[in-house]
Each structure stands twice: as structure tokens, then as C-alpha cells.
């Protein structure tokens, strides 16, 4: 066996949740698990146990507790997690309202800004109001062609409260490479970066973009986030806005939260396409946020 390079001491695995977790599962089943491979093994044994206690102790904010943790158990393609449950993923990720940092962005160019949970919650409103106006609701699907920056949560975040599904893909990709994936998924809302930096390199993104929203015949509404320039050379249409305008503008709509099933999809990811077109790939709503 190869020597360790760090090994956690008594005292710091017991600070941890999971040591506390473990100490819950002992009270509530009256076992007697002493480290996090018991934990585990227990957890493969008894799977409605361990996720039906991990429910209540993660303080999961749902429309109402799970009467049923796992439907049709000895079926493994039919079975079904908390079948009955009912949640919103951006509400239980922006229950905290403080004015400690939420999001905290450092770019390649040096440029750094922050968010506190406070401005990120009304940011996710302002723009979750924008899209509810322009019809995005559940089940429809809005494109980020973005890095990774505040925009990009915020935008995914506003999508998630209504029930709507965010699809992504990174800036550095060509054109066909983002057809390929969100011409299957026909998103109505396609929001996209101007630019981004790598390697100390500035890459234009607008003549991408337009090329991109001109072969997805399903966008109705364009947003644009200024990063490496001013952006306007892309708001060449009524269909065209620029992001910072609606997050930073001074109204304070209600976030409302769209009650959604626990399986119901939350994000579209994508294979990486070398065996042919990228495959989409489906993650829930409640999976993703127990994970």
C-alpha cells in the first residue's frame, strides 16, 4: 500500500456532517456504524432508510415531506425516488437572504466581483420575472452558450424557478458543436456571453452567437452579457436584450417558485459527441439537489 499524504485526525472527522449524519442514522436505527465505509455499506443495504433519514436531516425545503422514499424497489429501471414529493431546486439553493457572499468571481483578465446572497436572490428574480413575462414556464427550455461566471448561475438559477429546464454550453465551442446540441432540446430563450478570456487571450463570441441563434428556429428571446466588450453588436433585433439591464434594473419583483416533482427534469447535459451527435443526458430535480 502506498504511504498516505494526509490522513484526517479523530477530532476533524467528527466535525464533519457526515460524521454527524452517521451519529443520526445510529439514534434513529439503533445501530452502531464507527466510520464512513460502515455508513456506506449500510446505506447500500437499507437505501429507503438511509435517503428517507437524509431527507429530514438536510432540511430539504419541499411543498410537503415524502410520504414514500422509493416506489417499485425491485424494479431497477421502474423504480421511482420520492415519488410524491413535490420542491423548487432555486429555492431551496437561495433560502439565505444575507449579505454574506453568495458567489464570489475571479476572471483570467483579473477582473474580480462578488454577489452576496442578498443581490443574488434579487438578481435571480429580476431575470425569473423577465422570462415568466416572455413566457418561459415548466418544462420549457432556456440555452446558456456561457463560461463560468455569476450570469451563468443566475441565469440557470431563474430557470430552475419556474420549473423550466437549463441546458449549457461552453463558449470555446464551435458553431455546428452547439447546434448539435441544442437544436435537440429547441430552447426559447438562448442566452450567450460576447466574449470570454483563455490563456490570456481574448476570444470574440458575436459572430458565433449570431450564426447559432440563426439555425435554432426555436429561440424567441435573445439575452447578451457584456464581458469583453460592450455587447451591442449582437441587439440587432426586438428579440435581443442585454443581461445586466434586466438583473441590475431597479424594480424588486416577488420570486415565485414553481412546485415541481422531484424526478421532474432540472438540467439537459450532453455526451461528449464522439461516437456521433452528443446524447442528451437528463438530470432531476430532486436528485441533483439531494446529491
Not at 494526509?6 to 477530532?11: A, E, L, R, V
Not at 476572471?107 to 434579487?122: T, V, W
Request: glycine content about 6%; charged content about 20%.
Amino acid at each position: 500500500m502506498k504511504k498516505l499524504l494526509w490522513n484526517p485526525s479523530t477530532n476533524e472527522i467528527k466535525k464533519t456532517q457526515a460524521w454527524r449524519f452517521m451519529q443520526e442514522v445510529n439514534q434513529e436505527f439503533k445501530v452502531k456504524l464507527t466510520n464512513f465505509h460502515e455508513l456506506h455499506q449500510w446505506s447500500c443495504e437499507f437505501p429507503e432508510s438511509f435517503w428517507g433519514l437524509f431527507w429530514r436531516y438536510s432540511s430539504i425545503i419541499g411543498e410537503n415531506p415524502p410520504t414514500e422514499v422509493l416506489k417499485n424497489s425491485d424494479d431497477f429501471l421502474g423504480s421511482e425516488w420520492f415519488p410524491d414529493a413535490r420542491l423548487n431546486f432555486a429555492k431551496n439553493l437561495l433560502s439565505e437572504r444575507s449579505d454574506n457572499p453568495a458567489i464570489v468571481f475571479w476572471a483570467e483578465d483579473k477582473q474580480k466581483s462578488s454577489l452576496s446572497h442578498l443581490e443574488l436572490y434579487r438578481q435571480v428574480a429580476r431575470l425569473s420575472f423577465w422570462l415568466k413575462q416572455n413566457g418561459i414556464k415548466k418544462g420549457d427550455r432556456v440555452a446558456g452558450f456561457l463560461p463560468n461566471m455569476p450570469e451563468t448561475v443566475i441565469s440557470m438559477l431563474a430557470t430552475a424557478s419556474l420549473g423550466a429546464v437549463w441546458t449549457s454550453c461552453s463558449p470555446d465551442f464551435e458553431v455546428q458543436g452547439v447546434l448539435d446540441r441544442f437544436g435537440q432540446v429547441e430552447p426559447k430563450v438562448f442566452i450567450c456571453v460576447d466574449g470570454y478570456y483563455y490563456n490570456g487571450k481574448e476570444f470574440d463570441c458575436l459572430k458565433k452567437n449570431k450564426k447559432i441563434v440563426s439555425q435554432l428556429p426555436s429561440v424567441e428571446q435573445t439575452l447578451v452579457v457584456r464581458f469583453v466588450n460592450d455587447g451591442f453588436g449582437f441587439l440587432d433585433s426586438n428579440q435581443s436584450f442585454l443581461f445586466d439591464e434586466i438583473v441590475n434594473g431597479s424594480t424588486n419583483p416577488d420570486l415565485e417558485f414553481e412546485s415541481v416533482a422531484f424526478n421532474d427534469p432540472l438540467y439537459i447535459l450532453f455526451s461528449s459527441g464522439t461516437t456521433g451527435v452528443p446524447k442528451c443526458i437528463v438530470h432531476g430535480v430532486g436528485g441533483t439537489l439531494i446529491q
